[in-house]
């Protein structure tokens, strides 16, 4: 089972991985918990990547299933990715799909405007 840390803020629902390799193992899980999260808030949701560093062809399919399926409830935005995470997102052209932001901070001052 993996786990996730939460916080609720105004307009939306941030959401942090406690765990560092989103692949095969994790992504079914992943994905089912962060729909369920953004059905039942109806917000965006803010994944928050600080503690992920390795997202294989799963994981980034159970992001990729995550924001289809959340668009009528708010819908994905990311932010502290990695490095090689971002690299992944880029050379895939999801970054052109996905709200990314450097930090936290910058993804709550976009969401507060």
């Not at 996730?4 to 994905?31: C, I, K, M, W, Y």
């Not at 880029?90 to 990314?100: E, G, K, V």
């Not at 930090?103 to 001052?109: I, K, R, S, Y």
């Amino acid at each position: 089972m993996i786990s996730f840390e939460q916080e609720t803020h105004d307009g939306f629902l941030l959401v942090r991985p406690a765990f560092n390799r989103l692949d095969s193992l994790v992504a079914p899980e992943f994905r089912s918990h962060i729909v369920e999260l953004a059905q039942e808030q109806e917000k965006l949701v803010v994944l928050d990547m600080i503690n992920v560093s390795f997202v294989d062809s799963s994981g980034l399919g159970a992001v990729v299933g995550c924001h289809k399926s959340t668009q009528n409830s708010g819908g994905i935005a990311l932010c502290n990715v990695s490095d090689d995470v971002k690299e992944v997102f880029t050379l895939t052209h999801m970054d052109r799909i996905f709200d990314i932001h450097d930090d936290f901070e910058t993804c709550a001052q976009k969401q507060a405007a």
